[in-house]
């Protein structure tokens, strides 16, 4: 993302899809050879008439799959996530219908598949992670200051992540120019994790929006209220309270860091990861956003919890205000009971989630604010998640610089062999272009992708929610594509785990 017009105004660049040869990726390059080879073979084996006919049938049906796209995807990009679900369907790693059934038998409950990481006993009751958070570990160190801060340890990428509960002022509200230097200093915040050396390699957000607890401000007045309970204007608020409390909305925000678990130059992973988001909560401060203390390891479980049960908020709310030590939920009691997985969506408990990708962020001029649809219309329960990896300065040059020599030479090629220059590759080329030169005046390089999950208590309403949000997302020009067939795999990216991007 770069600034335009003396930096008022923000652009993304498309999403670039480079490929090994003329743009083309490896699968369809593979897929076409494949056919190429295919068909001769046929020519070879039958020279009439029928032998061409299938040679050409081959080659035809090898264009459709590779480029015809059928829901904004070819069928070569749809191959993975439709043989995953195969293979899931096949060796019945899911928990069935019968399981949400039999909700009263603890048995059924703790039925997981013998993928699903290492269980825990819950009142008698065995409870295992759902298979998508395979490998997971959880522990609680002590920090300097005291405070308990819960580590997860994610055996799959070979992370280390803590989560802070961070709170900002009603930026929407600010004018103009505060907008854009708090946004500049959220950028210095960003540039100085991507040092040469740097230990994070993850930096996520997430926000999440739920229903208010009308009951929740009804106490508020009653402890902080400074006129007399029963005047007029105290019965008036608390009427008005108890009309718009259902309609309110609460927003929570988290930023997870995650660092590599291996050593680093004889210092040990953990200690790594606390100095780390010791410095991220200055500079948090530094860019006006409260952040709290690391959350332990009850508070992460109530957050989990939370994510997977849309009841459950409300009430874990209520009893965090009556007794501090019960905030939040154990691990044991913050897993699902049953879950089943779908094409479109999946379910856990009282939850139905789908997940989406922002395939496209805005291809136009956007204010700092561009996001303010999204983040304050939410009429139901959803969740945003942004998840970054910082590159190295000599990294980020170095694939800028690849990136542009790609694409040249893919011009070239496309060029002799007589294809036109669309709208869209000038625009990846001139992102290029402006990124290299961004790196050039010594800005930070980033990879990065969103999601957003949406959650009701029934199908029917999850589909209409699911309407409302891709609306909105319209609103703040984002493309949203619903991540069919890795439904739970995906509700993962939108938990402070610092999931959501590949390896490299």
């Excluded at 948090?284 to 690391?294: F, H, K, S, T």
């Excluded at 011009?411 to 050039?440: K, N, P, V």
């Amino acid at each position: 993302m770069s600034t335009a017009d003396g930096g008022r105004r923000y652009v993304f660049g498309p999403l670039e899809q480079r490929g090994l040869i003329m743009g083309l990726r490896a699968g369809q390059v593979a897929l076409l050879a494949t056919a190429l080879f295919i068909a001769m073979v046929v020519l070879r084996s039958a020279p009439d008439v029928l032998g061409v006919l299938a040679a050409v049938a081959v080659s035809l049906g090898a264009v459709a799959v590779a480029f015809v796209p059928v829901g904004g995807r070819t069928a070569s990009q749809w191959a993975p996530a439709a043989g995953r679900r195969l293979a899931r369907l096949v060796t019945g790693c899911r928990i069935g219908v019968l399981a949400h059934r039999r909700a009263a038998d603890p048995v059924a409950l703790g039925v997981r598949s013998s993928r699903c990481v290492k269980s825990s006993a819950w009142n008698g009751v065995v409870v295992r992670p759902p298979a998508a958070l395979a490998g997971l570990a959880f522990t609680e160190l002590r920090a300097p200051d005291g405070s308990s801060v819960a580590i997860i340890h994610d055996r799959g990428s070979d992370t280390l992540t803590a989560v802070l509960d961070v709170r900002g002022g009603s930026f929407h509200l600010l004018d103009e120019g505060e907008q854009h230097r708090r946004l500049s200093a959220w950028g210095a915040l960003l540039a100085g994790l991507a040092r040469e050396g740097g230990a994070v390699c993850r930096v996520q957000w997430i926000e999440r929006s739920v229903p208010g607890d009308a009951v929740a401000l009804a106490r508020h007045l009653a402890e902080r209220g400074t006129v007399d309970l029963e005047s007029a204007v105290a019965r008036s608020y608390a009427d008005l309270i108890a009309e718009a409390g259902t309609l309110t909305r609460e927003h929570q925000c988290h930023v997870a860091l995650s660092v590599r678990a291996g050593r680093r130059r004889g210092a040990d992973p953990e200690s790594v990861l606390l100095r780390e988001v010791r410095l991220l909560q200055g500079q948090l401060r530094a860019a006006d956003i409260e952040a709290g203390a690391p959350l332990s390891l009850r508070q992460v479980g109530g957050l989990l919890r939370s994510a997977f049960d849309p009841e459950d908020p409300v009430v874990l709310n209520r009893r965090g205000s009556t007794n501090p030590d019960l905030a939040g939920s154990s691990l044991p009691a913050a897993w699902p009971s049953a879950s089943e997985e779908s094409w479109s969506r999946w379910r856990t408990d009282r939850g139905w989630h789908a997940t989406f990708w922002v395939a496209e962020w805005p291809r136009r001029d956007v204010g700092p604010d561009f996001l303010g649809p999204l983040l304050l219309q939410a009429s139901g329960r959803r969740t945003i998640a942004v998840v970054m990896a910082p590159l190295p300065p000599s990294v980020g040059v170095r694939e800028a610089e690849a990136a542009r020599t790609a694409q040249a030479a893919d011009d070239q090629l496309r060029y002799r062999a007589g294809f036109l220059d669309t709208a869209r590759r000038r625009r990846e080329s001139e992102g290029l272009a402006r990124r290299e030169a961004e790196l050039a005046d010594g800005h930070a390089a980033y990879r990065f992708s969103g999601y957003v999950t949406v959650t009701a208590t029934d199908p029917d309403a999850l589909e209409v929610a699911c309407s409302e949000t891709v609306q909105t997302a319209h609103q703040c020009h984002l493309d949203l594509r619903r991540l069919y067939g890795v439904q739970d795999l995906a509700f993962t990216w939108t938990l402070p785990l610092g999931r959501g991007l590949g390896r490299r």
